[in-house]
Structure formats: C-alpha cells, structure tokens
C-alpha cells in the first residue's frame, strides 16, 4: 500500500530513557515532517526536511534529533526523555508544497 | 505572517442537521487552505483543499468550504450531519517561514453528532 508508515504505535518508557521512532514513505514525496500532538489535540510542527536536508526547525529542544537518511525516511531520535514529551507525534510528507499527507501517529507516554 | 483560527473548540450537533464549522485566515498573498480531519485514535485525512480554482470547494462525505477573500473565510459546512463525522477538524493555511512553505494549523474544532 501507499502510504506513510510510522513505527512504534506506542511507547511507554521511563523518564531519562532515550528512544527513537521511525518514517516512511513511499509516496515518492520530497518533504517530510515530523508533528507533535499535545493532549489538547494542538498540533506543532517540530521539523521538516526537503530531499534530506533540514529546512524547518521549530525550537525545539535539541534532546530530540531528527535523521533522514534519505528523502523516504525521516527518524526523530529523543534523548533524556521528560513528562512534558508525551503526546503523539506525527510524521506527514508532500509534494511542492501540496497536501499532506499523515501517518497514523506514534503514541509516547513518559512514567 | 499567515495564521489561522477557528472560532468554535466544540460543535454539536444532532444527526441530520447541518454542520458549520468556522474557520478565519490571515495571509498577506493569495494562500492554499485545507480542512483536515482527524478521527479518535487515527492520522489526519484530508477533506478539501482551496488553491485559487473555484472558491467553492467540494470535499469527500459530502462536505464542502467556501472561500470569502473579503471575509478572510474559509467555513467547513456538511448539510446533514451523520454519526460517523463525529471528529476532530482542523483549518490549515499554507505560509512561508524562513524562504519555505509550511502549513500551519488552527487549534482544532471537535464535532460532536448526537443522535
């Protein structure tokens, strides 16, 4: 299927730990996004990358890093892991700019 | 800036009543509008899209948004509301941040459809 696939679908883990999740797309998209979602339903964009390169970075704290081996995938590694991360997050793609298209989100919550 | 509110957090609704669900833009060009919705526990799905065509834009499951530049609108509206459009909604505007365009969301109006 076509599609934008996110991995994991949940993740429970303890504060301090480190943990990763990972995107994909094979929609043959050139930019990628990764969106977090609070538990008021506000989505923030954190990142975005265009043909692997870094063009959005929304302040985020530099304990979370994104990388994107290549303009398919786009991983956001997060270091030191605190209650305020927890949330869903989000990845999305499109193309030139146009709609965007979403995964199904990643649902992290920090004990 | 571009920038985008949606006037209501919570709408309801009975089923088989129209549904209107309120967006405002603001945007110093002609921008690219989009309403999204996200189901409990699911990915956002797009609706309809607004680029400069017609200004009345038809989406799936029947709704559809009308652009009012003089209005800087962008209302969702469904004629008869169905149990299954029980959701949340987002308004989203395209904008430039930084030389790239990026697409900014409003705060969300959750739908709620009673039978």
């Known amino acids: 299927d076509t599609a934008v696939s996110q991995t994991p679908k949940y993740l429970v883990t303890q504060m301090g730990n480190d943990k990763s999740i990972k995107c994909e797309q094979n929609?043959?998209?050139?930019?990628m996004y990764w969106y977090k979602q609070d538990s008021k339903k506000f989505l923030k964009i954190m990142f975005s990358?265009?043909?692997?390169?870094?063009?959005i970075n929304e302040t985020v704290p530099n304990r979370f890093s994104p990388k994107s081996p290549d303009k398919a995938h786009l991983n956001l590694h997060i270091n030191s892991l605190e209650l305020g991360d927890s949330a869903v997050y989000f990845c999305?793609?499109?193309?030139?700019?146009?709609?965007?298209?979403f995964g199904e989100g990643s649902r992290l919550t920090v004990l | 800036a571009q920038s985008v509110t949606q006037l209501d957090s919570h709408v309801s609704v009975s089923e088989g009543t129209p549904v209107l669900l309120r967006c405002n833009y603001s945007?110093?060009?002609?921008?690219?509008l989009f309403w999204y919705v996200q189901h409990p526990n699911k990915g956002l799905q797009l609706l309809l899209k607004?680029?400069?065509?017609?200004?009345l834009v038809k989406g799936i499951n029947g709704f559809e948004a009308e652009f009012k530049k003089s209005e800087t609108s962008f209302h969702l509206t469904k004629p008869s509301a169905h149990m299954s459009d029980a959701a949340e909604y987002f308004c989203?505007?395209?904008?430039?941040?930084?030389?790239?365009?990026?697409?900014?969301f409003g705060a969300g109006t959750r739908l709620a459809v009673h039978p």
């Open positions: 989203v505007v395209s904008g430039f941040s930084g030389g790239y365009n990026k697409l900014i």
């Open positions: 929609l043959g998209h050139d930019t």
């Open positions: 990358y265009n043909n692997k390169e870094l063009i």
């Open positions: 607004y680029t400069s065509a017609a200004t």
């Open positions: 999305a793609s499109n193309l030139d700019w146009g709609e965007l298209f």
């Open positions: 945007s110093s060009y002609s921008p690219s």
